[in-house]
Antibody, heavy 117, light 110 residues
Framework: EVQLVESGGGLVQPGGSLRLSCAASGFIFSSYWMTWVRQAPGKGLEWVASIKKDGSEKYYVDSVKGRFTISRDNAENSLYLQMNNLRAEDTAVYYC??????????WGQGTLVTVSS | QSALTQPPSVSGSPGQSVTISCTGTSSDVGSYNRVSWYQQPPGTAPKLMIYEVTNRPSGVPDRFSGSKSGNTASLTISGLQAEDEAYYYCSSYSSSTLVVFGGGTKVTVL
């Protein structure tokens, strides 16, 4: 059974940093692109970042470029999102998702990030 | 990075059909058969319903179908059921941003 479990969310002050993790199981992690998607309270889904199977290519939405870094550890079956210089508008539930056939076929339950003073 | 355009809401009675549109551009929906649809009941994670415009993952009822014409993709729910009440989001591969989502459509079963 495919499982994705996010962790690392919480309350952080503007300008602060947070590192999200996503533990994957039930599939060959190194065979799939992976993606982070976020959802601000009461709002729609927003793609944040994606990473190639071997980590050699990374893509970001413009609003997080230079502040967020997506990475993965295929030996540990884990996906990460390092978030620096956080802003109020980064407040959201962050989901990790597996990519397949240009879609996100499995999603975690999400972890809430709140940026507030 | 503009989102794909979806109607805010659609509604229908049980047994009826509803269609949700998703309008993009020639940089995304219009040029690639890489449109997917997601169902999200309140308080839950999204679930993949359609990928590559028309394909249903295993376990998704055949009441759900997808199509595309030009820059607009569509999701049709036939034989609407109470359990179909949720938000639905379209998404597409984009040559400019890699991935783009629609703003979401609330489906209400009357």
């Amino acid at each position: 059974e495919v499982q994705l479990v996010e962790s690392g969310g919480g309350l952080v002050q503007p300008g602060g940093s947070l590192r999200l993790s996503c533990a994957a199981s039930g599939f060959i992690f190194s065979s799939y692109w992976m993606t982070w998607v976020r959802q601000a309270p009461g709002k729609g889904l927003e793609w944040v970042a994606s990473i190639k199977k071997d980590g050699s290519e990374k893509y970001y939405v413009d609003s997080v470029k230079g502040r967020f870094t997506i990475s993965r550890d295929n030996a540990e079956n884990s996906l990460y999102l390092q978030m620096n210089n956080l802003r109020a508008e980064d407040t959201a539930v962050y989901y990790c998702a597996r990519d397949r056939d240009f879609a996100r076929d499995y999603w975690g339950q999400g972890t809430l990030v709140t940026v507030s003073s | 990075q503009s989102a794909l355009t979806q109607p805010p809401s659609v509604s229908g009675s049980p047994g009826q059909s509803v269609t949700i549109s998703c309008t993009g551009t020639s940089s995304d929906v219009g040029s690639y058969n890489r449109v997917s649809w997601y169902q999200q009941p309140p308080g839950t994670a999204p679930k993949l319903m359609i990928y590559e415009v028309t394909n249903r993952p295993s376990g998704v009822p055949d009441r759900f179908s997808g199509s595309k014409s030009g820059n607009t993709a569509s999701l049709t729910i036939s034989g609407l059921q109470a359990e179909d009440e949720a938000y639905y989001y379209c998404s597409s591969y984009s040559s400019s941003t890699l991935v783009v989502f629609g703003g979401g459509t609330k489906v209400t079963v009357l």
